[in-house]
């Protein structure tokens, strides 16, 4: 069974930084593709950028040129480089995978950032 444990969220002033970390354990095999999702309060769960094994990148309109996503190089790490941060990015910050047709999901990080 596949487990993300992500790291990273905080609270951070309105143009400030963070960077999210996803560490995926229990499987032996590169996962297709990591990536991020996010829910802000009364709001639904959204895709904020993903990854594939190729280096492929797909990014929301909302965070093209603020968000940077990448994979590490140890095996089966992610990360999410978020520079430029308002407050309307302010969310759980879900990691998710996909393996062959199964997804995985972590518990989810919350980035606050502050006017």
């Known amino acids: 069974q596949v487990q993300l444990a992500e790291s990273g969220g905080g609270l951070v002033q309105a143009g400030g930084s963070l960077r999210l970390s996803c560490a995926a354990s229990?499987?032996?095999?590169?996962?297709?593709?990591m990536g991020w999702y996010r829910q802000a309060p009364g709001k639904q769960r959204e895709l904020v950028a993903d990854i594939t094994t190729g280096g492929k990148t797909n990014y929301a309109d909302s965070v093209k040129g603020r968000f940077t996503i990448s994979r590490g190089n140890a095996k089966n790490t992610g990360y999410l480089q978020m520079n430029s941060l308002k407050p309307e990015d302010t969310a759980v910050y879900y990691c998710y995978a996909g393996l062959g047709r199964a997804e995985y999901w972590g518990k989810g990080t919350l980035v606050t950032v502050s006017s």
């Open positions: 229990g499987t032996m095999f590169s996962l297709n593709v």
